[in-house]
């Protein structure tokens, strides 16, 4: 892929080139972060920011890999200073000029997320972590299995948002939406085999709580911001979920990139695709399914039966992680509760059903 010079990410950017890149010269000083972390050091951690701190002339004359390596390396460093109690802009006040620019220039909010923390960090010893630890490692690596291929599955999503039910097209997309998809079952086992609720409760949470830059406020880089809910939008949402769901769906798009967002719009207007292929089924003759519907269907049934599937494991492990006697916090690091995730997990399930309903599983016909 090429790296794009325009003035925001538009999607066109090189992840291995970003990954590539240390603007602040912080590999060398990864050692003596997890260092004042696990002493819970802050005058050292806000020594580091200040020592990394790039002038805002540096911040606009960056090209733009350079911006997001920037805000990831400043994230790290500034999440860490939050988890020992330190809002890291009220502390260093110029943080928010450099911050603030990079954010315009990425066209994504002036912090890091997910995608710096996951999606353009390096692998290895140069690996951005807030602790160093190998369960912290392992569990970044379960997030590297879905994002890029949710990402994925939302360029996947709009091929299908425009495909014709029933088409050929729509039935391959669907099964390219059904493999991308089932990044989230891997995703999950992992965490489950690899990483304890406490450790994430206990040693990970609190450094992804969310930071005040002038008078706003933005959440860390939480999983829950993988771009699921945007899938989820147009799969099954935009006409079968409730209200809960949906303002937790449409909050979480500032944390996305910056193409993805009129899509939270545009998909929230529009029928699903689940009512979409439910109507043509209705629509078409009794008895007979072509084959390419029975294949849209099929797939869309198996995308869904993995975010059931995803979501039934990954409620077990949240409600361990939030149990009254192992959480820190009352809510996950993207904002929402246990009972939001009970409610899509059930949300989830009823739209599995409703979907497997219709679809006569016998009958096709090879046209
Ligand atoms: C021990 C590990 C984990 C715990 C305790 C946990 C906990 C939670 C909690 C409490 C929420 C509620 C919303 C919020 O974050 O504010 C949530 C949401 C979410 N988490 Fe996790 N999570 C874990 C791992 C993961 C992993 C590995 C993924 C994979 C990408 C993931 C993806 C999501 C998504 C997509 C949501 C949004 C709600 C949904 O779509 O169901 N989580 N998580």
């Not at 909010?109 to 997910?114: A, F, G, K, L």
């Not at 912290?136 to 039910?165: F, G, N, Q, Y």
């Not at 198996?302 to 361990?320: D, E, I, P, Q, W």
Request: hydrophobic letters at 45%.
């Amino acid at each position: 892929m090429q790296v794009k010079t325009a003035n925001s990410l538009r999607g066109f950017v090189d992840d291995e080139h970003i990954r590539h890149l240390d603007p602040l010269d912080f590999d060398i000083r990864l050692p003596s972060l997890w260092e004042a972390n696990a002493a819970g050091d802050v005058r050292a951690l806000l020594a580091i920011l200040n020592d990394i701190l790039p002038s805002l002339e540096t911040t606009k004359a960056m090209s733009l890999p350079e911006s997001v390596a920037t805000i990831r390396d400043l994230g790290i460093v500034m999440g860490s200073v939050k988890r020992h109690g330190v809002e890291p802009v009220v502390a260093i006040p110029e943080l928010e000029a450099p911050l603030r620019a990079i954010g315009e220039r990425t066209g994504m909010i002036p912090r890091d997320t997910i995608h710096h923390y996951i999606r353009w960090n390096p692998t290895g010893r140069r690996e951005r972590m807030y602790t160093g630890e190998p369960m912290e490692k392992l569990l970044m690596a379960s997030v590297r299995i879905s994002l890029p291929r949710l990402s994925a599955a939302v360029d996947v999503c709009t091929a299908l948002h425009t495909a014709e039910a029933g088409d050929l097209d729509f039935a391959l997309a669907a099964n390219e939406l059904a493999a991308l998809v089932g990044a989230m079952e891997d995703s999950i086992d992992t965490v489950i085999a690899d990483v304890t609720p406490e450790f994430f409760a206990r040693t990970i949470r609190p450094y992804f709580e969310d930071i005040r830059i002038g008078e706003d406020t933005f959440l860390g880089p939480a999983a829950a911001h993988v771009p699921l809910a945007l899938v989820d939008l147009l799969l099954w949402a935009s006409d079968h979920s409730d209200s809960e769901y949906l303002k937790f769906v449409h909050e979480s798009a500032i944390y996305g990139l910056e193409h993805w967002r009129p899509l939270y719009q545009e998909w929230g207007n529009a029928p699903s695709l689940a009512a979409r292929v439910i109507g043509a089924l209705e629509r078409g003759p009794k008895g007979e399914v072509p084959l390419a519907m029975h294949a849209s269907v099929e797939a869309l049934c198996r995308t869904l039966r993995s975010l059931m599937v995803f979501r039934g494991k990954h409620l077990t492990v949240a409600r361990k992680a939030y149990a009254d006697e192992v959480r820190l916090y009352e809510l996950g690091s993207g904002g929402g509760s246990i009972g939001l995730l009970t409610n899509i997990t059930s949300l989830v399930k009823g739209m599995w059903h409703m979907l497997r309903g219709p679809a006569p599983r016998n009958t096709r016909s090879a046209t």
